[in-house]
C-alpha cells in the first residue's frame, strides 16, 4: 500500500511538471497580464505624501503613526484627475497631501460639497452627507482600466513568451509583503485596543437612539476590549504568515475570513473602513487562488496532492542575501519597532481620546444643581435648549454636557492622526441629541478653563454669522493671556516624556488650520471636587453661572481591564 501511494505522488508531481512546461494559452497569458499590472497598481504607493513620511522619518524618536502611515496606504488615483476624497475636517495639518497654497481652495472646494449634500431631520437638525459606496471603489476601477490599457500594449511587444512563471512568483511577493505589513499595522491597533476604545463617561451617558449605526458597532467592541484584541491577533497571525512561502496561503486564507467579515460588518453599520477593509480581501483571494485547485482536490476529492511552484534561484549569492536582508528588516520594523511605539501609544498617548489629564479635582459625573444666565435662574426644564441638564469631567481634558437642542452629526469614525487634543473627535463622532463635548486648557493657579467646541461639523447646523463653522486665516489668537499661557503650560509636552516624539514636535510647530470654534471661558471653584461652581461667559457670549454636585453613577458594564492612557 505504501509503495502505490509512493508511486501516485511521483505520478502527481511529474503530472505537475509536465503541465508547467507547456505553453499558456493566449487568454491565460493576457489575463496574466492584467492582474500582473492590477496588483502591481494595488500594490505599490503612488502618493508623495508617503515617500515625504518614509524619508523624513526620525528612527531615534518614532511616533507609531509613522509607521502605521507606511503601512496603510491604498490607491488613490483619482488625484491624478484633481479630483480629492472628502476627509474628516478635524484632520491635523500633517495628515493633509496637499500642498499650502493649494489648500484654502481644496478645502473650500470641500465644505461647498458638504453643504450642498447636507439635509435636515424632522426637528430640524443637520444630517451628515450621504456617501455613494460604489463610487468609493472608484480608484479600483481606475486601476482596472490602466492594467486593461497596459496589458494591451503588453501583448503588442511580448507575443512570443510562452509564460510567466517567474513573474507570477514575483508579484505573489509583492502582494504577500503589501497585504502582510498592511494588516498587521491594522492589528496592531487591536492587539493594543486603541481603534474602538472603551467608551468615555460622556458615551456611557448618552442615549443609546443618539448613536449613528457605526457609532453602535465601535462601541459595541470597545467595550470588550479582549475581544478587539483577540482580533489583533488574528490579524497579526495571518500578516506574519504571509511572510512566509510555506505557510503563505493559511495565512491568505485566513486574512480573506478575518477582513471578508470586517467588510460585511462595515457595510452592515456603515463603519466607514469597508474599503480598506475588502482590499484585503481581494489581497488575500490573489495570494490563495492559485491553491484553491489544489485544496479542492486534496479535501474535497480526497485526492493525493503534491503542491507544485516555480521559484528563481536563490543559490545566487546576491538574491540570497537580498531576500534574508528584506525579510529581516521588515520583522526588525513591523514586529520590532512597530511594537514598541504600538505600546507607548497606548500607554501614554491613545490615539483616539485625548492624552493629556484633566484636572483631577473635577472629574466625575454632576448634577446640574442651579443655572443661572444673565443673572436669570433656569429652572430643571428637560425641553429647555438652553440649560444643562447634566455633566461630566472625563478622565482627560474634555468637559461634555448635555441640552435639549440637536446639532449636527460628526460622521467620522473620530480617527485619523492629530496629536492635538481638541482634533480628537472619537468622543463626539457618531453622536446626535444634545450631547455636547469641550475640549479645556485648565490655568489652574486662577482657576480657569478655556474651552472650545469639538464637533466642527455640529456648527454648521446652529445660526447663520457667528455660529456658523468657517475657516480663517491663521493669525495670533488672543483668546488666552500670555500670562494664563505660562500657568497652562506647553500641551506638546503634557503627555509622558516616554511618548515624546519627533512627529509629534512637528505638528505642535505647525500653526493648526483653524476654525472659528465656539468658546467658553469658565472660572471654577471647588474644595474636593464634590460640589463645582462655573461662572464666565458661555458660546453665546452671555454670562453663566452653574452649579455642579458630583454624583456615583452606577453602570450595568464593568470597568475595562484594558485602560487606555496615562491620566
Do not use: C
Not at 512561502?245 to 478575518?258: D, N, P, Q, V
Request: charged share 25%.
Amino acid at each position: 500500500m505504501s509503495e502505490l501511494k509512493l508511486q501516485d505522488i511521483e505520478n502527481e508531481s511529474t503530472a505537475q511538471q509536465v503541465a508547467a512546461k507547456k505553453p499558456w494559452s493566449w487568454q491565460k497569458k493576457f489575463g496574466f497580464r492584467v492582474l500582473f499590472i492590477f496588483f502591481l497598481a494595488m500594490s505599490i504607493p503612488f502618493s508623495a505624501n508617503w515617500y515625504k513620511n518614509v524619508f523624513t522619518l526620525d528612527w531615534s524618536r518614532p511616533h507609531y503613526r509613522d509607521l502605521y502611515d507606511i503601512a496603510r496606504f491604498q490607491p488613490s488615483f483619482l488625484s491624478f484627475f484633481g479630483v480629492q476624497r472628502p476627509r474628516d475636517i478635524t484632520d491635523s495639518p500633517s495628515g493633509d497631501g496637499t500642498v499650502k497654497k493649494d489648500g484654502a481652495k481644496r478645502r473650500k472646494t470641500e465644505n461647498d460639497d458638504v453643504k450642498k449634500t447636507e439635509t435636515k431631520n424632522e426637528n430640524g437638525a443637520a444630517l451628515p452627507p450621504k456617501r455613494s459606496f460604489l463610487a468609493d471603489y472608484a480608484d479600483w476601477g481606475i486601476a482596472l482600466v490602466f492594467a486593461l490599457i497596459g496589458a494591451l500594449i503588453w501583448t503588442v511587444f511580448d507575443r512570443k513568451r510562452k509564460s510567466y512563471h517567474i513573474l507570477y512568483y514575483w508579484i505573489r511577493v509583492v502582494v504577500r509583503y503589501r497585504a502582510g505589513i498592511g494588516i498587521i499595522g491594522f492589528g496592531f491597533t487591536k492587539l493594543f485596543p486603541t481603534q474602538m476604545p472603551y467608551p468615555s463617561l460622556g458615551l456611557l451617558n448618552s442615549n443609546f437612539g443618539d448613536f449613528t449605526a457605526q457609532k453602535i458597532y465601535w462601541l459595541s467592541v470597545g467595550v470588550v476590549p479582549w475581544y478587539q484584541v483577540f482580533g489583533g491577533v488574528v490579524e497579526i497571525v495571518a500578516g506574519a504568515m504571509l511572510f512566509f512561502r510555506k505557510t503563505s496561503t493559511f495565512g491568505a486564507i485566513l486574512l480573506a475570513a478575518a477582513l471578508g467579515d470586517i467588510t460585511f460588518v462595515n457595510y452592515a453599520y456603515d463603519g466607514g473602513v469597508h474599503v480598506y477593509a475588502f482590499y484585503f480581501v481581494l489581497l488575500g483571494l490573489f495570494i490563495a487562488a492559485d491553491d484553491f485547485p489544489k485544496l479542492y482536490n486534496l479535501l474535497i476529492l480526497e485526492r493525493y496532492t503534491v503542491p507544485f511552484r516555480i521559484y528563481p534561484d536563490f543559490k545566487k549569492p546576491w538574491l540570497k542575501y537580498t531576500r534574508i536582508t528584506l525579510k529581516v528588516l521588515t520583522f526588525v520594523i513591523f514586529f520590532g519597532v512597530l511594537t514598541y511605539t504600538e505600546v507607548i501609544n497606548f500607554k501614554y498617548d491613545p490615539y483616539k481620546q485625548p492624552a493629556t489629564a484633566g484636572v483631577k479635582k473635577l472629574r466625575g459625573n454632576y448634577h446640574v444643581t442651579e443655572f443661572k444666565i444673565n443673572g436669570e435662574v433656569i429652572p430643571f426644564n428637560p425641553l429647555d435648549s438652553t440649560r444643562w441638564q447634566e455633566a461630566t469631567f472625563e478622565n482627560w481634558t474634555t468637559l461634555t454636557f448635555k441640552i435639549n437642542r440637536p446639532v449636527l452629526i460628526d460622521p467620522s469614525n473620530g480617527g485619523g492622526s492629530p496629536m492635538r487634543d481638541i482634533q480628537r473627535t472619537f468622543e463626539i463622532s457618531g453622536v446626535a441629541g444634545g450631547q455636547r463635548a469641550f475640549h479645556y486648557y485648565a490655568d489652574t493657579v486662577d482657576k480657569v478653563l478655556y474651552l472650545q467646541d469639538k464637533n466642527v461639523m455640529a456648527l454648521r447646523g446652529g445660526r447663520k454669522g457667528a455660529d456658523k463653522a468657517k475657516e480663517v486665516t491663521p493669525k495670533e489668537d488672543k483668546w488666552i493671556s500670555k500670562t494664563a499661557w505660562q500657568h497652562i503650560g506647553d500641551e506638546n509636552k503634557m503627555i509622558d516624556k516616554a511618548a515624546w516624539s519627533t512627529r509629534r514636535d512637528r505638528e505642535f510647530a505647525e500653526k493648526p488650520r483653524e476654525v472659528k470654534r465656539h468658546r467658553m471661558v469658565l472660572k471654577y471653584d471647588t474644595t474636593d471636587g464634590s460640589r463645582v461652581i462655573l461662572s464666565g461667559i458661555n458660546e453665546r457670549k452671555d454670562s453663566i453661572y452653574v452649579v455642579l454636585d458630583r454624583y456615583d453613577r452606577q453602570y450595568v458594564l464593568p470597568k475595562s481591564t484594558l485602560n487606555a492612557g496615562k491620566y
